[in-house]
């Protein structure tokens, strides 16, 4: 879950419709309301996959002449290719005049998504004198010298330290045959990205929406468009039963807010549980103003918009104050895995029935007691198996050796994984691990299980739950915060962050996604919420 999109009160996300007057309280029925686009605007787009905008530059090197009197005129082609082989463009470089070792200006933007393989294929061609006039975009590539062809995926280049790639220019089709020159790839993530503003809010003589209790406020920040609605970007937590509220910073990027100077809308509800949250008031103030405010150490008060019974927008008393702003850099998921960061693989898989590294539970071992946490190659002290290769073989030869037993227990094994990764941190590793864990039963140490989530999720640690079989499942999506729910362990520890994510097979076998991508669309966001939270700078900024 990103910063912004954790509104929690009690363990529940603040989402659903919005009543600007009357009713409201606690105990109100649910009802759809005219936030339902806005909970799935933040569900499509803020809390799950993390899409990054890349710019790519591209260079060549020792191209064929394709010309007599002179040298080539390279022009190059950026395609994606989708998963039935077919090729996709999504853009061209400009035509460089006679140069065998071109490059180009024109970058190429791409967007990068960590949970899917995206592959790439980057065509050369000599473009003929008598197209030089037309825009690029027109040119007919039949019509045009073929110079060669290289592929990669996304993932090669923006993992690289330098994020560039040389890859060898070959026939169409024929990628060991001959080589025809060199194109190198570089990523760069465009700088306003980067940019971004942290602001803490807090606010004074709220008025009471409550009947027995006091409000329990949250904030919504949105974005003007040019169409005259606004589009949610941002939202507080809530906090539970206070009218002078001052909430946790919220980060704001320029890709968000777009301008300092574009206006934004702050509307302040009272979370109910019903979902039917009551607006307190709202005004409009772009990030210019926010920051003026903040100087002036001045507030600026709230609306109450028109109703049926008034026409004319009200001004209350209750005010915003900015408590803190500060603009800086925000370092992306691709600055920390670019630097040398680590993403450690650990895997438990469920020997209470015959589903399919190097943990087992649930399992009978050879002395005749039942684990919930044994090593899968059965060495008594190394619990490591070499690739994917090793924990199948580990796996295999478990399976003649541990009886299937039960029950489903993941206490121990998450236990264990956090201990490896509390040990990473003693030790001041960039390292981040990733506990997969493959079960085909329903959890039934559940409250053992949230205690070990909670108390790992301050932890360099993600945990991916693959559920196999026609089990119910239904208690996994407790321990996946998906629907705003943060863990709770057994003596009141609220979780500090989303770490689980689930994943029934049974849901995407066969379907528009893989099993992999849906396990790994929030690995990135959860990454990026343990280092910020830490303060943790990628290994090669200062």
Same mark, same amino acid.
């Given at each position: 879950?990103?910063?912004?999109? /954790?509104?929690?009160?009690?363990?529940?996300?603040?989402?659903?419709? /919005?009543?600007?007057?009357?009713?409201?309280?606690?105990?109100?029925?649910?009802?759809?309301?005219?936030?339902?686009? +806005?909970?799935?605007?933040?569900?499509?787009?803020?809390?799950?996959?993390?899409?990054?905008?890349?710019?790519?530059?591209?260079?060549?090197?020792?191209?064929?002449?394709?010309?007599?009197?002179?040298?080539?005129?390279?022009?190059?082609? @950026?395609?994606?290719?989708? *998963?039935?082989?077919?090729?996709?463009?999504i853009g061209r470089t400009e035509v460089i005049m006679n140069s065998l070792d071109p490059s180009w200006i024109q970058k190429i933007n791409v967007t990068y998504q960590f949970e899917i393989v995206q592959h790439l294929v980057f065509q050369v061609y000599d473009v003929d004198t008598k197209y030089h006039n037309l825009p690029v975009?027109?040119?007919?590539?039949?019509?045009?010298?073929?110079?060669?062809?290289?592929?990669?995926?996304?993932?090669?280049? +923006?993992?690289?330290?330098?994020?560039?790639?040389?890859?060898?220019?070959?026939?169409?089709?024929?990628?060991?045959?001959?080589?025809?020159?060199?194109?190198?790839?570089?990523?760069?993530?465009?700088?306003?990205?980067?940019?971004?503003?942290?602001?803490?809010?807090?606010?004074?003589?709220?008025?009471?929406?409550?009947?027995?209790?006091?409000?329990?406020?949250?904030?919504?920040?949105?974005?003007?468009?040019?169409?005259?609605?606004?589009?949610?970007?941002?939202?507080?937590?809530?906090?539970?039963?206070?009218?002078?509220?001052?909430?946790?910073?919220?980060?704001?990027?320029?890709?968000?807010?777009?301008?300092?100077?574009?206006?934004?809308?702050?509307?302040?509800?009272?979370?109910?549980?019903?979902?039917?949250?009551?607006?307190?008031?709202?005004?409009?103030?772009?990030?210019?103003?926010?920051?003026?405010?903040?100087?002036?150490?001045?507030?600026?008060?709230?609306?109450?918009?028109?109703?049926?019974?008034?026409?004319?927008?009200?001004?209350?008393?209750?005010? @915003?104050?900015?408590?803190?702003?500060?603009?800086?850099?925000?370092?992306?998921?691709?600055?920390?895995?670019?630097?040398?960061?680590?993403?450690?693989?650990?895997?438990?898989?469920?020997?209470?029935?015959?589903?399919?590294?190097?943990?087992?539970?649930?399992? *009978?071992?050879?002395?005749?007691?039942?684990?919930?946490?044994?090593?899968?190659?059965?060495?008594?002290?190394?619990?490591?198996?070499?690739?994917?290769?090793?924990?199948?073989?580990?796996?295999?030869?478990?399976?003649?050796?541990?009886?299937?037993?039960?029950?489903?227990?993941?206490?121990?094994?998450?236990?264990?994984?956090?201990?490896?990764?509390?040990?990473?941190?003693?030790?001041?590793?960039?390292?981040?691990?990733?506990?997969? @864990?493959?079960?085909?039963?329903?959890?039934?140490?559940?409250?053992?299980?949230m205690d070990s989530v909670v108390r790992a999720s301050d932890l360099p640690l993600s945990i991916l739950i693959v559920g196999v079989g026609n089990a119910n499942f239904k208690e996994m999506e407790i321990l996946d915060a998906d629907n705003g729910r943060r863990l709770e362990s057994s003596t009141g520890r609220i979780a500090t962050r989303d770490i689980v994510q689930f994943v029934p097979m049974r849901e995407v076998?066969?379907?528009?996604?893989? +099993?992999?991508?849906?396990?790994?669309?929030?690995?990135? /966001?959860?990454?990026?919420?343990?280092?910020?939270?830490?303060?943790?700078?990628?290994?090669?900024?200062?």
């Open positions: 879950m990103g910063n912004c999109f /954790s509104d929690v009160k009690g363990g529940q996300q603040a989402i659903g419709g /919005s009543v600007r007057a009357g009713g409201g309280g606690h105990g109100g029925s649910a009802a759809s309301g005219p936030n339902d686009a +806005v909970d799935y605007f933040f569900r499509a787009k803020g809390e799950h996959a993390l899409f990054m905008p890349i710019e790519l530059s591209l260079s060549a090197s020792k191209l064929r002449d394709r010309d007599i009197t002179s040298k080539s005129d390279p022009m190059a082609v @950026i395609f994606t290719k989708r *998963r039935n082989g077919k090729l996709e463009e975009k027109m040119l007919n590539l039949e019509d045009q010298d073929f110079l060669g062809e290289a592929s990669c995926v996304v993932s090669e280049i +923006v993992t690289k330290r330098e994020r560039s790639l040389t890859l060898n220019l070959h026939s169409r089709g024929r990628p060991g045959f001959k080589h025809l020159g060199t194109l190198t790839v570089r990523a760069e993530e465009p700088v306003a990205s980067r940019n971004t503003v942290e602001i803490t809010f807090r606010c004074s003589a709220l008025e009471n929406k409550d009947l027995l209790s006091k409000s329990d406020p949250f904030l919504r920040i949105s974005r003007t468009v040019e169409t005259g609605g606004s589009v949610p970007i941002c939202k507080t937590e809530v906090v539970n039963n206070n009218l002078n509220p001052i909430w946790k910073p919220v980060q704001l990027t320029m890709q968000q807010f777009v301008s300092k100077e574009n206006p934004l809308v702050i509307e302040c509800f009272d979370f109910n549980d019903s979902g039917n949250h009551q607006l307190i008031g709202k005004l409009q103030k772009s990030v210019a103003e926010l920051e003026t405010l903040y100087q002036s150490k001045s507030g600026a008060k709230f609306i109450s918009p028109s109703s049926g019974f008034r026409r004319h927008e009200k001004v209350l008393k209750s005010q @915003i104050i900015v408590e803190v702003y500060v603009e800086k850099q925000l370092y992306s998921f691709l600055d920390y895995i670019s630097s040398g960061f680590e993403l450690n693989f650990m895997v438990a898989v469920d020997f209470t029935d015959r589903c399919f590294p190097a943990w087992g539970f649930g399992g *009978r071992t050879p002395d005749c007691s039942v684990s919930h946490c044994f090593n899968l190659n059965g060495s008594p002290s190394e619990f490591e198996v070499e690739g994917v290769d090793g924990m199948m073989a580990a796996y295999t030869s478990a399976l003649h050796n541990v009886a299937l037993a039960g029950p489903t227990l993941f206490g121990q094994v998450i236990n264990k994984a956090a201990d490896i990764a509390r040990g990473s941190v003693s030790c001041n590793y960039a390292k981040y691990y990733i506990l997969l @864990i493959i079960t085909d039963g329903v959890v039934t140490d559940l409250q053992e299980t076998h066969g379907g528009e996604i893989s +099993v992999v991508r849906a396990l790994l669309e929030e690995l990135p /966001s959860q990454f990026l919420s343990y280092v910020r939270s830490k303060d943790i700078k990628p290994l090669n900024m200062s």
